[in-house]
């Protein structure tokens, strides 16, 4: 397989204090890879690192996606190139709908203009996998929305945007069960059916259920301790972090 993001001793700081110390990461074409450790960590600083977050910033090191050197591009031209973020708190946007957020974010993303018939007849294919109400489309984005429903709106931008790496930063946070199996069932349909690669931060393993896992990675106090396959997350499951934080 091609090598799509790739980390070169990544060191990442934010505020003048350097959260990640070192990161070396590699996720081929179609892979899912699993970030999991305890709080405090600098998993989802990994995640926006990658990103191009403003406010993460990388001292030393390079990070590389197909081949090519980002470390300097901005967020918007890594979204463009492939790469999507979804944010473990969603914010809310008022004034601009989920549908025509999702809509521009996709001309955006394609430099194509969509015809809106199109485009609506997409969306609500997709909003009918998620379980989630057609009338969510024309809603102010993530306005008034319960903690399930944003997280199925970042799934719904996953499905629709369709990227070439997807970062999933906490998704299953704050959810409840039937919650969790929706948004991993969606995720399960980007990895199945469209391709894409995946890299999972998570300190749990709910939504990791109807997935499959290529590799998973322990980050303990900004530095990976121990890397495995799917085995390493039922491991972690029954039994903790405590043999993988060294």
């Known amino acids: 397989m091609a090598s799509l993001l790739r980390t070169d001793d990544l060191h990442v700081s934010v505020a003048d204090k350097e959260i990640l110390h070192g990161i070396d990461l590699e996720i081929n074409e179609g892979e899912t890879h699993v970030i999991m450790g305890p709080n405090g960590a600098g998993k989802s600083t990994l995640g926006y690192a990658v990103m191009g977050h403003p406010n993460y910033n990388s001292d030393s090191g390079k990070i590389y996606f197909r081949g090519n050197d980002i470390t300097s591009d901005s967020a918007d031209k890594r979204a463009k190139a492939g790469i999507y973020l979804s944010f473990q708190n969603p914010v809310e946007i008022p004034g601009i709908s ?20 199109d485009f609506k007849k997409a969306l609500a294919k ?21 903690g399930g429903e944003k997280k199925k709106a970042e799934i719904l931008q996953l499905l629709m945007l369709n990227p070439s790496l997807a970062i999933l930063d906490e998704t299953d946070s704050g959810l409840d069960v039937d919650a969790v199996k929706t948004v991993s069932e969606g995720v399960g349909i980007f990895q199945k059916e469209k391709g894409g690669a995946l890299l999972i931060i998570t300190h749990s393993t709910r939504i990791l259920e109807a997935l499959k ?7 303990v106090n900004g530095k990976i301790t121990a890397s495995g396959g799917e085995e390493m997350v039922s491991d972690i499951n029954e039994n903790g972090f405590e043999k993988y934080i060294g």
């Open 98 to 117: 989920l549908s025509n957020f999702i809509r521009t974010s996709l001309e955006q993303r394609t430099g194509t203009r969509i015809k809106l018939w």
């Open 213 to 219: 896992v290529d590799k998973a990675h322990v980050l």
């Open 126 to 146: 997709e909003m009918e996998l998620l379980n989630m109400d057609p009338s969510y489309a024309d809603r102010d984005l993530n306005v008034g929305f319960s």
